[in-house]
């Protein structure tokens, strides 16, 4: 199906995934009650209405990012390219030069940001296998199809600092709920979230920097938006917590310009301080 994705025009698939996505918000589903239990606890200013209304688009933002897919897995680094614009604070050749951690967060383009990123600066990235062992080669493969080292979540430490020393950046995404170990729970739009501090451990451990980047999904279906932000500033600053909250701040303040394009539909907030109770 994604092969098939792939071959038509990306407008066209952008469209009806999205359309599809926001059909799909009219069923009751667990996804549904996850998506709009986030939005409650993180806009508590919004009605019920405009809750929904935002659910509904980010719905339709999730289900158009499987559909597209296609043109990322299997489309051309021509045409991957040509979708997605590139505007960064930072010197990419510089990346070689000092270690260099790229910290995404799930947007709905993160997908294409990586892949396009990958297509113009070899780079590892470290991603959580699949449950479905198929699935999971197939995502493995088409995601390093443009040379990036794939490196599964659960790596050794060791491992992962031995590519970092060699020059080559590494990217990755610590904005979900990975569980206690090597966690803390510090605010995330007022709510207690369970954040990994692996990243401020790492970046210590090997002297990097930490570089965040976001995707955009672009209006009127033009591809998408990979912008890289200046290094964050006194990180790792010894403190863990501090640190995590400050990535978590970071991340706030980029959904907030662009709420309905991000992964709402992941439990955020899976694990809750001792004493309290699950909310979803």
Known sequence: MLRLLAALPYG?????????????????????????????????EKSTAQREALGRAVLGHVIRSYFERGV?????????????????????????????????????????????????HPVASLYTPMSDLPTDQIARAQRARFGSEMIPRGRSARDVLKILKTGKPLMLAADMDFGL???????????????????????????????????????????????IFEPL?????????ADALLTNQFLEKHIRD?????????????????GEQSVY
């Not at 709510?191 to 976001?214: D, I, M, N, Y």
Request: charge should be positive; hydrophobic fraction near 40%.
């Open 12 to 44: 066209f698939v952008a469209r009806l995934g999205e359309s599809l996505g926001r059909a799909l918000f009219r069923l009751p589903s667990q996804r549904k009650h996850i998506l709009l239990t986030n939005l409650r606890l993180c806009f508590p």
């Open 258 to 274: 662009m709420p309905e394009q991000y992964y709402w539909v992941h439990r955020r907030f899976k694990r809750r301080p001792e």
């Open 72 to 120: 990322q897995w299997y489309g051309s680094a021509k045409t991957l390219t040509a979708l997605t614009e590139l505007e960064s604070a930072i010197e990419l050749a510089d990346t070689y030069e000092q270690p260099t951690i790229f910290l995404g967060f799930h947007f709905a383009g993160i997908e294409a940001g990586c892949m396009a990123y990958s297509i113009r």
């Open 181 to 227: 170990r090597d966690s803390v729970f510090v605010p995330f739009f007022g709510v207690q979230a369970c954040t990994l501090t692996a990243v401020s451990r790492l970046a210590k451990l090997s002297g990097a920097r930490v570089v965040p980047f976001v995707t955009e999904v672009l209006p009127d279906y033009r591809g998408y938006k990979l912008t």
């Open 233 to 241: 500033q006194n990180y790792p600053s010894g403190d863990v917590t």
